[in-house]
């Protein structure tokens, strides 16, 4: 469970989070959505401590993270997979080793036993063969598959995704969606979705958390979305179905409906 | 912090942060032995890699400094000898050392930044630590110490390249035979600018390491912003380098 209290957060004098309180549950998938430049990535960092805030506090399985000795917030962050917004993958590493890296600073597997998971989860991210391939020879999308994959190469039990749909095929959206959904449940992890793919924000979320003008604006499950009431909201979500409706870049998923739900 | 600072305070500002970075670093030299591999990779490309240019470098001053020293100095009053008692002890004193500094400054300092800029750039960094990864250890240290084992071994290669370029110019443009050159050095030389010369390079090897990663480590601002740092860190090297000479000059002289 994570929890946000009352968070501020300003880079040079100008407030990005001003009072952000935020609840993430054990075993939900949450997504974050708000407009670009909202502080969506900015409060997903606070909740590794990538970020502290300048007051308010953040609350990992109860623990302040931020009073944390730097050891103990090394330790509780090998709880978290993280897949940033670029992929954020070493240039300097192919993608094998990539995926193997955190398997290789953390356990005690031998090598073989470190290839065997390493290609596993490449398998989990449809990605079997980019193995020895460098991130730069890599599409965009290919880029964040792998990621993905180290992402959730030491077993999580929280998985932070900023913006995993952005930027790609409604195709690829749609494998990555299913992806977020199937590992929800099979590793049974706590999940939080930042973005603005309304696509994405019904396919895999639980809960949704609507950040504006640097609070959280609005909170409330996928069915109390869709009662909601609230202008700012509705014009958000409105924007996006328009974009969808327009085949915009990140709305446009036509196999959505056709696409079968994975079931283990 | 929410208070936003005087600019007139950004100097102070930025010696804090560089300062809080070093600390941090200190602290994560307890971890070297887990990032050995890194220190012997960064050994290699921040040293080894630095042979040729260095040597180069190296080759010419020393070949130029013996020119100008015949051309300065020669008179049927004077033993020839006296250019290798006068050029000898400038490269082990001065040249060595600051040429090999500048020189790497650029090479080195520019390519730490531009690497640690391009890996904050892209959240590699924060990637780093979301892995429970210290970045400090991983990245900064390695690289600090690397610098500060391998820039004495440069100091050498470069202070015995220029010196055998001078005896190599000045015997065969008939200025100074090498015995007479050899004997020059020899009977003026001084062990402490041996070792004065090895604790400057090992300073400077200190300085351009810790600032350019500094600089890299702090970038902001995508591409752009790569590049400033890269700027910043060959240029701000080169100022701290004379720096650090003159201090070191005044205190061990
Ligand atoms: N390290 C930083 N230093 C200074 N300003 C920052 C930093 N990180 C973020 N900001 C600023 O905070 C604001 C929010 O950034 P953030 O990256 O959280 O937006 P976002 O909601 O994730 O947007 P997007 O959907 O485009 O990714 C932006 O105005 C950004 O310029
Ligand atoms: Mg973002």
């Known amino acids: 469970m994570i929890q946000l209290r009352d968070i501020y957060k300003s880079f040079g004098g100008t407030p990005v989070i001003k009072g952000a309180t935020l609840d993430v549950k054990e075993g939900e998938t949450l997504a974050v959505i708000g407009r670009s430049g909202s502080g969506k990535s900015v409060l997903m960092k606070h909740m590794i401590g990538l970020l502290k805030p300048d007051s308010g506090y953040v609350l990992v399985d109860g623990v302040d993270i931020n009073k944390l000795a730097y050891h103990e917030l090394q330790k509780l962050r090998r709880n978290f997979g993280v897949l940033f917004q670029g992929g954020a993958l070493f240039d300097s590493m192919n993608s094998f080793d990539n995926v193997a890296f955190p398997l290789r600073s953390f356990s005690k597997k031998s090598e073989a036993d470190i290839k065997r998971d390493v290609l596993e989860c490449l398998d989990m991210v449809e990605l079997p063969d980019v193995g020895p391939k460098f991130p730069p020879e890599l599409s965009g999308g290919m880029q964040k598959r792998v990621a993905l994959a180290r992402a959730i190469a030491m077993r999580p039990r929280y998985i932070m995704y900023d913006e995993p749909t952005s930027g790609l095929d409604p195709e690829t959206s749609n494998v990555i969606d299913q992806m977020i959904k199937s590992l929800a449940v099979r590793l049974n992890v706590t999940s939080v979705v930042v973005t603005h793919d309304m696509h994405s924000v019904l396919t895999t979320a639980d809960r949704v958390a609507f950040i504006n003008e640097g609070r959280i604006w609005w909170v409330g499950s996928i069915p109390d979305l869709h009662e909601c009431a609230d202008d700012t909201l509705i014009n958000f979500v409105r924007a996006n179905e328009y974009q969808i409706g327009a085949g915009g870049a990140s709305g446009n998923r036509p196999h959505q409906s056709v696409v079968p739900r994975q079931t283990n | ?253």
């Not at chain 2, 500094?101 to 800029?117: H, K, T």
Request: net charge neutral; aromatic share 10%.
């Open chain 2, 1 to 253: 912090m929410t208070v936003t600072l005087p600019r007139i305070l950004d100097p102070f500002v930025s010696l804090g942060r560089f300062a809080l970075l070093l600390a941090r670093a200190f602290r994560s030299v307890a971890e070297l032995g887990r990032y050995s591999k890194n220190i012997f990779e960064q050994m290699v490309r921040i040293g080894i890699e630095s042979i040729p240019i260095v040597a180069l470098a190296a080759l010419f001053s020393g070949a130029v400094t013996t020119v100008q020293t015949a051309h300065q100095l020669v008179s049927p009053f004077i033993p020839v000898s006296i250019i290798g008692a006068v050029v000898v002890p400038s490269v082990i004193l001065e040249l060595g050392a600051v040429v090999t500094g500048f020189l790497l400054a650029g090479r080195v300092g520019a390519r730490i930044a531009a690497e640690l800029g391009t890996m904050r750039v892209t959240e590699q960094i924060d990637a780093l630590e979301a892995m429970g990864l210290n970045s400090v250890g991983y990245l900064i240290v390695p690289r600090v110490v690397a610098g500060v084992i391998m820039f004495p071994v440069l100091y050498i290669v470069a202070c015995v390249v220029a010196i055998a370029g001078g005896i190599f110019v000045g015997h065969y443009t008939g200025e100074v035979p090498a015995g007479e050159f050899i004997a020059g050095a020899r009977e003026f030389f001084r062990p402490f600018d041996a070792v004065f010369g090895l604790i400057k390079s090992l300073v400077f090897g200190f300085v351009i390491t810790a600032i350019s990663c500094y600089k890299g480590y702090y970038t902001r601002g995508g591409a752009e912003g790569v590049g400033r740092a890269t700027t910043e860190a060959a240029v701000t090297s080169c100022v701290y380098i004379l720096l650090a000479d003159l201090i070191l000059a005044s205190t061990l002289l």
